[in-house]
């Protein structure tokens, strides 16, 4: 397994420069499974140094070059997606078959989408007698969260590389051995020593001086709406380009001519997968009063009938990746039963025989209504609320009555109806009908769910800065 005691600084692996460690747990069995390095402001200077010393000839690079060296990327963690997986599996407690079909696959699948977006990308391009230059912001910190571990860190290593960004890779603390994997590919396949650096440790014990650093030009963060706020702030006196994707409270619409018997099994999948750890989650189920009892029954019976086991039998559910989210998880479905909230599946207590691992079933509430602290607050867990609507105005005004704005679910039987919904939810993104996530759209939200876009030529664009030449196209 990869290690995680060693920085990957300037194209070498050095020891930090204190000796704090911390283990890493699987979250199914509590069993350590390795140990990291915990960095402090010392090992972020050393980073952020070997980035900026390495931006001036990286920028300069062409892009045909830089595109060589992805392909390089691409190929090599798809031969390593095995180990990968397990190492995801292992630090967070992705069944197996998620882990080696999802969660690891999520890394070639975005550097192959930016290998697309550059074969065609004009970093210069005429504006009437203007030229427009597309080029690299510079040094960017990347910080990363365990919950899709390997499908976050390459939606922003694989655009900042391709845009000629130089950066400095934290990952969560809680899961960072796939990044160690990741480090080793890059080092295998040639990128010139500072151009991708990774450090290891927590958000005050290193995150705070990376994003505070007056060398660094950009951060792009993926984690709690809490951190994003607080990275802004560090940001701030020296006006750095910051991009948060962030919390989520998906509202999934069923109208009253959807097809129940399909939507209500997808929506309760979608819900429950990863265990519920998706920042899009469809979490707030909005349905016709008129068919609340049909889809009580229905969703009751969904939950019900997912697996949840060790991530090695692969189940349909592992473990909650961490201790700290299984109490929240925990508690917060103990708190919706205390504000009146009907317990149709699942509960907060683990299955006896997968004890002391850090399970919770797949929980349906029925009864919630939209004040209810598990209707406002991300949970980030397995965990269903059913909310009943009147009228379709109704369901839209509850499904925007939330500081977060990153996704939304729509079912319906006329499409014509469904996108009339979608156009009026103050969300990123909307998925109708069951549909897919698209890797080659933008991935992002409004509001709370931060700012920016992620994925494929848009999330290229954020690691650049546009010069207007006048007169160069002439």
Same mark, same amino acid.
């Given at each position: &397994?990869?290690?995680?005691?060693?920085?990957?600084?300037?194209?070498?692996?050095?020891?930090?420069?204190?000796?704090?460690?911390?283990?890493?747990?699987?979250?199914?069995?509590?069993?350590?499974?390795?140990?990291?390095?915990?960095?402090?402001?010392?090992?972020?200077?050393?980073?952020?140094?070997?980035?900026?010393?390495?931006?001036?000839?990286?920028?300069? =690079?062409?892009?045909?070059?830089?595109?060589?060296?992805?392909?390089?990327?691409?190929?090599?963690?798809?031969?390593?997606?095995?180990?990968?997986?397990?190492?995801?599996?292992?630090?967070?407690?992705?069944?197996?078959?998620?882990?080696?079909?999802?969660?690891?696959?999520?890394?070639?699948?975005?550097?192959?989408?930016?290998? %697309?977006? &550059?074969?065609?990308?004009?970093?210069?391009?005429?504006?009437?007698?203007?030229?427009?230059?597309?080029?690299?912001?510079?040094?960017?910190?990347?910080?990363?969260?365990?919950?899709?571990?390997?499908?976050?860190?390459?939606?922003?290593?694989?655009?900042?590389?391709?845009?000629?960004?130089?950066? =400095?890779?934290?990952?969560?603390?809680?899961?960072?051995?796939?990044?160690?994997?990741?480090?080793?590919?890059?080092?295998?396949?040639?990128?010139?020593?500072?151009?991708?650096?990774?450090?290891?440790?927590?958000?005050?014990?290193?995150?705070?001086?990376?994003?505070?650093?007056?060398?660094?030009?950009?951060?792009?963060?993926?984690?709690?709406?809490?951190?994003? =706020?607080?990275?802004?702030?560090?940001?701030?006196?020296?006006?750095? %380009?910051?991009?948060?994707?962030?919390?989520?409270?998906?509202?999934?619409?069923?109208?009253?001519?959807?097809?129940?018997?399909?939507?209500?099994?997808?929506?309760?999948?979608?819900?429950?997968?990863?265990?519920?750890?998706?920042?899009?989650?469809?979490?707030?189920?909005?349905?016709?009063?008129?068919?609340?009892?049909?889809?009580?029954?229905?969703?009751?019976?969904?939950?019900?009938?997912?697996? =949840?086991?060790?991530?090695?039998?692969?189940?349909? &559910?592992?473990?909650?990746?961490?201790?700290?989210?299984?109490? %929240?998880?925990?508690?917060?479905?103990?708190?919706?039963?205390?504000?009146?909230?009907?317990?149709?599946?699942?509960?907060?207590?683990?299955?006896?025989?997968?004890?002391?691992?850090?399970?919770?079933?797949?929980?349906?509430?029925?009864?919630?209504?939209?004040?209810?602290?598990?209707?406002?607050?991300?949970?980030?867990?397995?965990?269903?609320?059913?909310?009943?609507?009147?009228?379709?105005?109704?369901?839209?005004?509850?499904?925007?009555?939330?500081?977060?704005?990153?996704?939304?679910?729509?079912?319906?039987?006329?499409?014509?109806?469904?996108?009339?919904?979608?156009?009026?939810?103050?969300?990123?993104?909307?998925?109708?009908?069951?549909?897919?996530?698209?890797?080659?759209?933008?991935?992002?939200?409004?509001?709370?769910?931060?700012?920016?876009?992620?994925?494929?030529?848009?999330?290229?664009?954020?690691?650049?800065?546009?010069?207007?030449?006048?007169?160069?196209?002439?």
């Amino acid at each position: &397994m990869a290690d995680t005691t060693r920085f990957y600084i300037g194209g070498r692996w050095v020891a930090p420069h204190g000796a704090d460690r911390a283990p890493v747990i699987n979250p199914a069995d509590l069993s350590t499974v390795a140990e990291v390095a915990l960095g402090n402001a010392d090992d972020a200077e050393a980073a952020i140094a070997t980035a900026r010393a390495a931006f001036g000839s990286w920028s300069q =690079v062409r892009p045909a070059e830089r595109l060589s060296l992805i392909r390089a990327i691409h190929e090599a963690l798809i031969a390593r997606n095995d180990e990968i997986a397990d190492a995801i599996s292992a630090e967070m407690g992705a069944p197996q078959g998620l882990a080696r079909r999802a969660q690891a696959p999520s890394g070639p699948q975005h550097f192959g989408e930016i290998i %697309r977006v &550059m074969e065609t990308f004009a970093f210069e391009e005429p504006l009437g007698t203007t030229l427009l230059r597309h080029e690299p912001i510079g040094v960017c910190v990347l910080i990363t969260p365990w919950n899709w571990p390997m499908n976050q860190i390459a939606t922003k290593v694989a655009p900042a590389l391709a845009a000629g960004c130089t950066m =400095v890779l934290k990952p969560s603390e809680l899961a960072p051995i796939d990044a160690a994997i990741l480090a080793e590919v890059i080092d295998s396949v040639g990128v010139p020593p500072g151009v991708f650096n990774l450090v290891h440790g927590t958000g005050p014990g290193i995150g705070d001086a990376l994003t505070r650093h007056p060398d660094v030009d950009m951060v792009s963060f993926t984690g709690s709406t809490r951190a994003g =706020v607080a990275i802004s702030m560090n940001a701030a006196p020296t006006v750095k %380009r910051v991009a948060l994707e962030l919390g989520g409270k998906s509202a999934n619409i069923v109208l009253p001519d959807a097809d129940l018997a399909k939507a209500i099994p997808a929506s309760v999948r979608g819900c429950m997968g990863n265990s519920g750890q998706s920042c899009n989650a469809p979490t707030r189920l909005l349905v016709p009063r008129t068919r609340l009892a049909e889809v009580h029954a229905l969703a009751a019976q969904a939950a019900n009938a997912l697996s =949840v086991g060790l991530p090695a039998s692969d189940p349909f &559910m592992g473990p909650i990746a961490n201790a700290a989210q299984h109490r %929240r998880v925990v508690g917060m479905i103990e708190q919706a039963i205390a504000e009146g909230a009907t317990l149709l599946a699942g509960g907060p207590e683990c299955p006896e025989e997968l004890k002391p691992g850090l399970f919770v079933r797949p929980t349906v509430l029925g009864d919630v209504t939209p004040a209810m602290t598990v209707a406002r607050e991300e949970v980030f867990g397995p965990v269903l609320s059913i909310i009943a609507y009147d009228t379709v105005e109704q369901a839209v005004q509850i499904a925007n009555d939330t500081p977060y704005g990153l996704s939304g679910y729509v079912w319906g039987a006329d499409l014509d109806a469904c996108r009339d919904v979608a156009a009026r939810l103050r969300t990123g993104m909307v998925h109708l009908n069951g549909a897919s996530l698209d890797s080659a759209a933008p991935f992002g939200g409004y509001k709370m769910s931060g700012n920016g876009r992620e994925w494929g030529v848009y999330g290229l664009r954020e690691f650049l800065e546009v010069k207007s030449v006048y007169g160069g196209a002439a």
